[in-house]
C-alpha cells in the first residue's frame, strides 16, 4: 500500500446519524460532508453503512507465544479485523507467560508485523501467574510495548495483600489492574454455574458469590490505595449490585462484559456441548438481564470478547475434561447488536466497544469520531445484513465458537487502520 493512498467512502451514516462522505488521507479522516470530493482518491460506495470507531477489545488471548496451534497473533488480529476492530489487548497467559519486557516486547513486535490492528499486550501480575511474587510491573511498562493493563486472567489475584502491593505499584504509572474475580477456594473443581441446572445435571458448580466476593474485596482495595481496577468478564447479577455502590462512592473502578454473558445461559450445559464452557460460566436468565441493564445504564462501561482459541483436541472432549473458552472476535459486534441495538443505539455501541475500552486502555489513537483530524481507525458496517456463522469459515486458528449455525445481524464490510483497509467487501486484505 502506497503512503498517502487516500480514500473517500461515500454516503456513509457515522454512527448512525445522515449520510455523509468521509475522505481518508495520510492516515487519518481529512475531510466529512456532503459532496466531498478528491482525484486520485479511491471511492468506496457506502451507501446504507454505518462507519463505527474501530472496535477495541480489552480481553483477548491470542495464545502466542506457546499455542501456536490455537490462535497465533497474526491469525487472531485477522479475525480481530473481520470483526471490526483496531485495536486488542493481548492476555498475558501465554506460554511462557507475559511477566517480563522480553514477553510482552514480542507480542508487541508480532502484533506490528502482523499490521492488522494494534496489538497492545496485557502484562502478567504476578510471576508465571503464580500468585506468590509480583512480576516486573515497571519493567513491562517501560518497555517498548509500553503496558498499562496488568492481569493474572485465568487465574485471580487471589491473595489480598498482592493485590493491594499490585494496586500501589501501577498507581505510579496510571496502570490498572484487571482482575479476573474467582476466589479459587470457592470454585474448586468447578464445571458450571451452581444453580438449578447444576444440581440436575449432577455437575459441581462455580458460586456467584465466588466472583462477587472478590470484586467486593477489589474495589475497597482500589478506593484504599487510591488505584484503578478493571474487572473482567462481570458474569452475575450481584457483581453489578457491587460495581454500582463502588461506583456510587467514586472507587477508579471499570468493568467489562463478554458477549457470550449477554446471550446464552446456564441451561445449554444440558447437552454436555463442551462449546458452552467457559469460565466465569454462562449464568441464569436473571443475570443475563442485569447484565444486559447494567451496560446500558453505564455500571458495566465496556463490552469486551474474551476470545478464547482452543485447539480441537482441548475442546471436542468430555465436559470435565475440556478448556473453558470461547472465540469472540468475528461474532462480538453481532452478538452485541443482536441483544442489545434498540436500548444501546449505535452510539451506545461506539461507547461501550470502541471509545470507552480505548480510554480504559490507553489508546489515544483509537475510539474516536471517526471525525475529521482523527488517525483512520473505523470499521464500516452493513446493519442491514444477516450472516450464518460457519465455524469453518472463522479466520481464527480454532474452531469453538457457540454461535455456529445461527443467524446473526450486521455484517462488517470494511476496517480502516490508521488509513489502509485491514478488510474490504467482507475480506481480509492480507
Ligand atoms: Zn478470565
Same mark, same amino acid.
Given at each position: 500500500?502506497?503512503?498517502? *493512498?487516500?480514500?473517500?467512502?461515500?454516503?456513509?451514516?457515522?454512527?448512525?446519524?445522515?449520510?455523509?462522505?468521509?475522505?481518508?488521507?495520510?492516515?487519518?479522516?481529512?475531510? /466529512? #460532508?456532503?459532496?466531498?470530493? %478528491?482525484?486520485?482518491?479511491?471511492?468506496?460506495? %457506502?451507501?446504507?453503512?454505518?462507519?463505527?470507531?474501530?472496535? @477495541?477489545?480489552?480481553?483477548?488471548?491470542?495464545?502466542?507465544?506457546?499455542?501456536?496451534?490455537?490462535?497465533?497473533?497474526?491469525?487472531?488480529?485477522?479475525?480481530?479485523?473481520?470483526?471490526?476492530?483496531?485495536?486488542?489487548?493481548?492476555?498475558?497467559?501465554?506460554?511462557?507467560?507475559?511477566?517480563?519486557?522480553?514477553?510482552?516486547?514480542?507480542?508487541?513486535?508480532?502484533?506490528?508485523?502482523?499490521?492488522?490492528?494494534?496489538?497492545?499486550?496485557?502484562?502478567?501480575? +504476578?510471576?508465571?501467574?503464580?500468585?506468590?511474587?509480583?512480576? /516486573?510491573?515497571?519493567?513491562?511498562?517501560?518497555?517498548?510495548?509500553?503496558?498499562?493493563?496488568?492481569?493474572?486472567?485465568?487465574?485471580?489475584?487471589?491473595?489480598?495483600?498482592?493485590?493491594?502491593?499490585?494496586? /500501589?505499584?501501577?498507581?505510579?504509572?496510571?496502570?490498572?489492574?484487571?482482575?479476573?474475580?474467582?476466589?479459587?477456594?470457592?470454585?474448586?473443581?468447578?464445571?458450571?454455574?451452581?444453580?438449578?441446572?447444576?444440581?440436575?445435571?449432577?455437575?459441581?458448580?462455580?458460586?456467584?458469590?465466588?466472583?462477587?466476593?472478590?470484586?467486593?474485596?477489589? !474495589?475497597?482495595?482500589?478506593?484504599?490505595?487510591?488505584?484503578?481496577?478493571?474487572?473482567?468478564? !462481570?458474569?452475575?447479577?450481584?457483581?453489578?449490585?457491587?460495581?454500582?455502590? $463502588?461506583?456510587?462512592?467514586?472507587?477508579?473502578?471499570?468493568?467489562?462484559?463478554?458477549?457470550?454473558?449477554?446471550?446464552?445461559?446456564?441451561?445449554? *450445559?444440558?447437552?454436555?456441548?463442551?462449546?458452552?464452557?467457559?469460565?466465569?460460566?454462562?449464568?441464569?436468565? $436473571?443475570?443475563?438481564?442485569?447484565?444486559?441493564?447494567?451496560? @446500558?445504564?453505564?455500571?458495566?462501561?465496556?463490552?469486551?470478547?474474551?476470545?478464547?482459541?482452543?485447539?480441537?483436541?482441548?475442546?471436542?472432549? /468430555?465436559?470435565?475434561?475440556?478448556?473453558?473458552?470461547?472465540? #469472540?472476535?468475528?461474532?462480538?459486534?453481532?452478538?452485541?447488536?443482536? *441483544?442489545?441495538?434498540?436500548?444501546?443505539?449505535?452510539?451506545?455501541?461506539?461507547?461501550?466497544?470502541?471509545?470507552?475500552?480505548?480510554?480504559?486502555?490507553?489508546?489515544?489513537?483509537?475510539?474516536?469520531?471517526?471525525?475529521?483530524?482523527?488517525? $483512520?481507525?473505523?470499521?464500516?458496517?452493513?446493519?442491514?445484513?444477516?450472516?450464518?456463522?460457519?465455524?469453518?469459515?472463522?479466520?481464527?486458528?480454532?474452531?469453538? +465458537?457457540?454461535?455456529?449455525?445461527?443467524?446473526?445481524?450486521?455484517?462488517?464490510?470494511?476496517?480502516?487502520?490508521?488509513?489502509?483497509?485491514?478488510?474490504?467487501?467482507?475480506?481480509?486484505?492480507?
Amino acid at each position: 500500500m502506497s503512503a498517502g *493512498a487516500a480514500y473517500l467512502i461515500k454516503g456513509v451514516s457515522v454512527v448512525g446519524g445522515e449520510p455523509t462522505d468521509l475522505l481518508v488521507r495520510d492516515g487519518a479522516v481529512a475531510e /466529512e #460532508g456532503r459532496g466531498v470530493s %478528491a482525484a486520485g482518491a479511491t471511492v468506496i460506495d %457506502a451507501s446504507g453503512l454505518i462507519a463505527l470507531p474501530g472496535l @477495541v477489545d480489552l480481553h483477548t488471548h491470542l495464545r502466542e507465544p506457546g499455542r501456536e496451534d490455537a490462535e497465533t497473533v497474526e491469525s487472531g488480529s485477522r479475525a480481530a479485523a473481520l470483526g471490526g476492530y483496531t485495536a486488542v489487548c493481548a492476555m498475558a497467559n501465554t506460554s511462557p507467560v507475559a511477566d517480563t519486557a522480553g514477553v510482552v516486547e514480542q507480542v508487541w513486535r508480532l502484533g506490528r508485523e502482523a499490521g492488522l490492528v494494534d496489538v497492545r499486550p496485557i502484562g502478567a501480575v +504476578t510471576v508465571g501467574l503464580g500468585g506468590e511474587r509480583l512480576a /516486573e510491573l515497571g519493567a513491562m511498562a517501560d518497555s517498548a510495548a509500553r503496558v498499562r493493563i496488568f492481569s493474572d486472567d485465568g487465574s485471580c489475584v487471589a491473595d489480598p495483600r498482592l493485590m493491594r502491593r499490585a494496586l /500501589e505499584y501501577v498507581k505510579a504509572f496510571d496502570g490498572v489492574i484487571a482482575q479476573h474475580a474467582e476466589e479459587p477456594r470457592l470454585t474448586e473443581g468447578a464445571q458450571m454455574h451452581e444453580g438449578v441446572a447444576s444440581a440436575r445435571l449432577g455437575m459441581a458448580g462455580w458460586p456467584a458469590v465466588a466472583e462477587e466476593a472478590i470484586i467486593a474485596r477489589d !474495589v475497597l482495595l482500589a478506593e484504599h490505595v487510591g488505584a484503578r481496577l478493571h474487572v473482567c468478564h !462481570v458474569s452475575t447479577a450481584g457483581s453489578v449490585e457491587i460495581l454500582r455502590w $463502588a461506583k456510587l462512592r467514586r472507587i477508579a473502578v471499570t468493568a467489562e462484559v463478554t458477549p457470550h454473558h449477554l446471550l446464552l445461559t446456564d441451561d445449554r *450445559a444440558s447437552g454436555y456441548d463442551p462449546v458452552f464452557k467457559v469460565n466465569p460460566p454462562l449464568r441464569t436468565a $436473571a443475570d443475563v438481564s442485569a447484565l444486559r441493564a447494567a451496560l @446500558v445504564d453505564g455500571v458495566i462501561d465496556a463490552v469486551a470478547t474474551d476470545h478464547a482459541p482452543h485447539a480441537v483436541q482441548d475442546k471436542e472432549c /468430555e465436559w470435565a475434561y475440556a478448556r473453558p473458552g470461547m472465540l #469472540g472476535l468475528e461474532t462480538a459486534l453481532s452478538i452485541v447488536v443482536d *441483544a442489545l441495538l434498540d436500548e444501546l443505539g449505535w452510539e451506545g455501541i461506539a461507547e461501550r466497544m470502541s471509545r470507552t475500552p480505548a480510554r480504559v486502555a490507553g489508546l489515544p489513537g483509537h475510539g474516536h469520531g471517526p471525525a475529521p483530524g482523527r488517525p $483512520a481507525n473505523l470499521t464500516l458496517v452493513d446493519p442491514a445484513a444477516r450472516w450464518t456463522v460457519d465455524a469453518g469459515l472463522l479466520a481464527s486458528r480454532s474452531r469453538n +465458537t457457540p454461535y455456529a449455525g445461527m443467524e446473526l445481524p450486521v455484517r462488517v464490510i470494511a476496517t480502516f487502520l490508521r488509513g489502509e483497509p485491514t478488510v474490504l467487501d467482507g475480506k481480509a486484505v492480507h
